[in-house]
Structures are given as C-alpha cells and as structure tokens.
C-alpha cells in the first residue's frame, strides 16, 4: 500500500504542512508580507526628523505576535504570547519584562558570572511604564494571562530604548491575534530653550528641562504620561504633551498600516459569566439604600468604611442566597461590587460629593513635623488624612554615593548618583500582614518617582553623598506624593540647600462613557485622592512641583485614551493644589536651616605637600585605615595636593586631626642634600635594596643601577643582606613623586668590570 501524501509547508521550509497551517491560514492568501525572501514586511515612520522602523513577520514567528523597532542604531524585539484560557483572576494579568542585554551596548556584564542576572532598577521601572502603556487597551472582560518580553537587540546609546519598546510591543499585540483595542505610539518630548524637541537623544537631554514620555491612541488621545522636569512652567509642559500627541499619531497610522497588511484576525474570548438580570436587580433594591448611607457618612476612616461594606456585602450574600440557589455567590459577590463601584461614581458625577465629605477640589487635612529625633542628620512626618509618611536624610562621605552598571551608565547621563530616595510600605501599613522589607515593583516605582520630583531641587555641588528614605506608616491613597512632601521638609530640616520646597498631589478622574465607544460623556476632576477613589475611578495623576512649575509627573489611565482638554485641566488643578500644600509646609519650617545639626558631619580640606604624603598614608595606606577604623573619618583625594576629610561628626573630626598631626609630626631629623647617611638593608627586591634610614621614616629604595659603578642585575651579586649597613648619599627627593632619592654608587670608585649575577649570560 503507497504510503500517504505528506504535503511540505513552503514558509516553514520542511515543517510538515499539517502541523502549521493553522499558523499559516490567515497568511497564505495575503501576497504582501510573503514575497519578501524574509517573510516579513516593515514600514518607516519619520518622527521628528528620525526614521522609526517596525518590522514584523521575520523574528519569532512562534510567538502570537512579534515586532522589531528600530530608531536610529536601538533596536527591540517585542513578543507577545497570551493564553487560550480565561485565568481565575478577578483582574487583567498582564505580565511585561524589559531586558537590557549587555551584548546590546558591545559590553560583558561585570558581575561575578559575566552573564545578565536579575533585573536592574531601571528594567523594572522600565517594564512598568510599557505595562501602563498598554493595559488601557485591552479590552474589558478579557482575562487570559498575558505576557510580553521586551529584547534589546542593539542600542546606540544616543536613544533610549524605553520608547521604542513601547511601540514595537503596540505593533506586536497590533499584528497579534490577542484581543486588544489598540495601537498606540509613544514619543519622547525634551525643552531646550522653552523648545520642544521629539526624541530627543541623550546629549540633547543634558541640556533639557524636561523628559517626557507620552503614549497616545488614534484621535489624540493620551493613554500614559511619566517625565520629570525642572520646575517647568505649565504652558510649557501642556505645549510639550500637545507636541508629543499630535507626532505620536504618526506612530498609530503606520502600526495599522503594518497591521493590515500582516495583521491576523482577533480571537475570540470567553467573556465573564453575566450576571442574571433579576438578581441585579434583587441587589440594587436589598443594598443601595445601606451603601448610599455608608457613602453618605463621613465619619469613617478607610477601615471602618470598608468593613462597612464587606458586612453589608456578607449579608446580602446570605439572603439572596436562598432566593436564587442556583446563582453561583462570587456572581452574586461580584454583582454588588459593580453596585458599590455605580453609586459610589453616580454620587461624584451628579451630585459632586466625596465619600469623605470633600469637595472635588478641596484638600485632606494637612500637617507637618520636622526635627522628630535628635540624632538623625533630618527628620518629618507628614500626614495628608490617612496616608503618614516619616522621612529621614542620612548624609554620608562622597564615596558613598551609588555607582551606576555600565548599561546604565550608556542609557542615562549620570554615572553616578549622590542623592538616593529609598521608599518603603510595610504591610502594616494597610492593616495587612506580610513580610517587612521585602522589595517589590510597587516599591522601586514609587520610589523612583518620588525622587524625580526632588532631584531637580537638590543642588548638584553638594559635598556630601545624601540617603532619603521614606516609610509609610499608614496608606489611604497617594503615598509617593505625600513622600515627596515629607521628603521636602526632611531636607529642609537636615540643612540641604534645596532651590525651593516641593509638594505633590494626586488628581482624580471618574467618567461615564458612552457603552458602545467608551467615549467619554460626562467626567468629574477630584483633587488629593483616596485610596477607595483610586480603586473605583478611571485615573491617577500624580504631579509634584514647586510654586515655579513641574518636576515630576506620572499618569495612569484605565480608559482607552483621554482627550487632552481633561489633561490640561487635570494639571491646573493639581498645580493649584501643589501651591496649597506648599502654603501649609511653610508654616512649619519654609527654608533650609543655616547650619548642619550638632550631630551633623563635618567636611574639612586639607592639603598634603608631597615630601609628606608617604608618613600621611602610611606603610600601604596603614595610616589611612587606622584612621578610618578607630574616628570613623574617610579621606577622599580632591587634587594633586589637596584631600577632602569626612567625618560622622565635629567629636570624630577633632580626633581624627589630633591623630593626622602625630603622622605629619616630624620626630626624625630632616635629610639635608648631598649628606652621607648610614642605613640598614630590610628587604632585597629585584630592582633593587629597601634601606632604613631612621626607624620612623619609611624604607626608601636603593635602586639596582645606584648600588655600584659596575652594572649590577641583582643586589645579591655583591654580597648585599638583609640586615647589613651599608653607607649612602641624600640627593632629595623626586620633584614629581615625591620620592627619597640615595645613592651608593656615588661613594665609590669608578667601576672596572661588570658585575652579573650567577648563572646569567655574558
């Protein structure tokens, strides 16, 4: 019997045809991206004067979706794989990991294995912004775990590959299968000179006020923000994000021409179970009188109110449990959640009440504290309502400041950081239990922000290495806003000469959306969120600045997009309420203080001659680690001649110059020029003897071609021992080293042969 036909799959090249022409069927047919040789298809952007590449169809052809991004020399490889199956999760989960291989920026990492180990700071922080970039839209209902790796395949290092990640990942999930409402372009947006400038590259940004990422959708939308600035006038960043949208949209045409062109069909997803109308109805009518009055009382904290609702919750759970038996309870759960989320929005959009009792713009109550412990270097509390947040400064020698990786260091435009903002949430913190110190995503991005906002008012000539750390102590909504505030009084407290003081604020957005295009009909602004206004509504607009203008930024977005009339206005508010805040912290302290606090460090200059350095440093820097282990004072070379002492405190300074005098004291006899001096041999080395001249001077060397007329290769071919004296003459010292200069050869007489060591060629 003639064994059965095997057809060949041509773009596989020798993978049998039944086992992918699944993968196949919705490319076979389209002649576009087929007849190039690679099977893939490209298209180029020009945005602002640079070309963007996006390629699709050639790498990781497996994946659901695939994309290459190039700008300029940075290119990333962007795969999006998701699953078939609906996951468990109540939530979306969207997984992002962005890698910077060292291969990418021609370097070997330098750690102890020489290869990538976990992921660094910026990675993560990296990996969050293209998640808040593209979770806004994917589509409500769909749950299947997802997962996208972001690859650097070559960077540049005049472009950061953190924008053309974002738009290789929307072209990816664009040419996808995965269900996803996009595309989206993202743009990097500079100020030189109050110009705007689109992707700028990493010298421009040196000298930019402003860095700024902006994704935006089709219409002009902005789906995500995140920048940092230095004090920027607010028409000037409302220009910057105009400018950054309007070229983003470039961005968004050529992906959907991409898409059309090697696009495969959406799939189709299991939607979640619909609750059934008449126990919808049996919910509104059992629990919106209890939940509006628990709204409506704002006498409770974030923990009583939501035990409020949980008991409320509970309860209807049991009655309508034997009402409708055959209703699974997490539908019913869920049904009174939807519930809660309704009215809680239907009272801000129609009748502008906050479940506290606030208007939409007014403020939490507010206040400060400085100086908590006397012997922290700077110390605040500050509360905003039910978010307390304790901060402290602890300065420290310039060698403590934080060395950047290598890959880093070629991404950004510093080398090294001397200011550090460290910012923790311990689970107790939200009545929760876990483990305490543990640092997560959440941590490093809160952190991460927070500092921004404060780096561009602490001065950059500052002599000492300064830690910031923030901990929160309670949480109900806006703890990186209320670290940079208390943040800002520590400093101030701690004596650092900032610019001026910062503050930040968190503005709020709650929509209703139009059901068929989620456009957006009627919206509300809320000033200094809650944690439960977070949780229900549709934006978190965290901003911090000072009373000259913007120095951080950071925006998320649950809807597909916000037209930018709501953004320009989202910032307005939130200045107005950075300017209120500022009003309150001046009351308790308004300037940095004149002077460091007694417990404070001390930093002193002083200046070595070179005929010293050796009894200043020591026998193999013996001196400088004695000096370091018993006062705790870190010398660091400034110059040629000049050293830079830092000490814990002015009691370790007093020490450490009392304990610096007796190295420099001069206890042996000053060596005069041309004099005969007679010195004991304490070390035989090959290139010459070590002579002790006086036992509280340090060995000088005697060097082979000083030891005799003849030509010596070796100290021992003369008899030379340990521990013999032999006589030799002072010709001062080496005017550029500073090094001891003595000669036996200048007592001899003329040599007549050439002295070798045994065993050596003639």
Known sequence: MAAPMMWVCKHCRGKIWSVCRQLHTSKVNQSGPWKDKNYGCSIEVNIGGKQLQLSSGKLARFADGAAVAKLDDTSVLVTAVSKTRSSQFSFFPLTVDFRQKAAAAGRIPMNFFRRELGPTETEILTSRMIDRSLRPMFPEGYLNETQLVCN??????????????????????????????????????????????????????????????????????????????????????????????????????????????????????????VVNPEVAEAVKSLCTSRIREVFYDDRHDKISRDVAIQDIKASAIEELKGSFPDCKEDLIGEAIHRH????????????????????????????????????????ALFQRGQTQVMCTVTYDSPEAAMRLDPISVLTGNIKEKNFMLHYEFPPYATNETGRPGAVGRREFGHGALAEKALRAIVPDNCPFTIRLTSEVLESNGSSSMASVCGGSLALMDAGVRISEAAAGVAVGLVTRTDPGTRNITKYKLLTDLLGIEDYMGDMDFKMAGTRSGITALQVDFKLPGVPLEIVSKALEQGFVGINHILDIMDKTISKPREEIKHCGPVIEKLSIEAQDRSKFFGVGGHNLRKLRSETGVTVTPVDDVSFQLFAPN???????????????????????????????????????????????????????????????????????????????????????????????????????????????PS
């Open 152 to 273: 650097v395949l070559a960077m540049d290092g005049l472009n950061d590959p953190d924008i053309v990640s974002i738009n290789a990942a929307s072209a990816a999930l664009s040419v996808s299968d995965i269900p996803w409402d996009g595309p989206v372009g993202a743009v990097r947006v500079g100020l030189v000179d109050r110009e705007v400038i689109v992707n700028p590259t990493r010298k421009q940004l040196q000298h930019s006020t402003l860095d700024l990422v902006i994704t935006a959708a089709a219409n002009r939308k902005v789906v995500m923000l995140e920048g940092v600035g230095d004090a920027v006038f607010l028409h000037d960043l409302a220009k910057a994000i105009s400018k950054g949208v309007s070229e983003a949209q470039a961005i968004v045409q050529g992906i959907l021409q991409l898409q059309k062109q090697i696009g495969r069909p959406k799939r189709s997803y299991d939607s979640p179970a």
């Open 340 to 379: 809660v989320k309704e009215i809680f929005r239907s009272l801000i959009l129609d009748e502008e009440r906050r479940c506290d009792g606030r208007t939409l713009q007014q403020l939490r109550d507010i206040s400060c504290q400085v100086d908590l412990f006397q012997p922290l270097h700077g110390s």
């Open 650 to 760: 002015s009691e370790a300074m007093d020490e450490a110059r009392e304990m610096i005098d007796e190295f420099l004291a001069d206890e042996v006899p000053e060596l005069e020029f041309g004099a005969i001096y007679k010195g004991k041999i304490v070390e035989i080395r090959d290139i010459g003897v070590m002579v002790e001249l006086h036992p509280k001077l340090a060995p000088v060397l005697l060097h082979n071609s000083q030891v005799d007329q003849r030509k010596v290769h070796h100290a021992s071919a003369l008899g030379l021992e340990v521990g013999q004296e032999i006589t030799v003459k002072y010709f001062g010292r080496d005017p550029v080293s500073g090094r001891m200069r003595i000669s036996r050869k200048a007592l001899l007489a003329p040599a007549t042969t050439i002295i070798r060591n045994l065993g050596s």
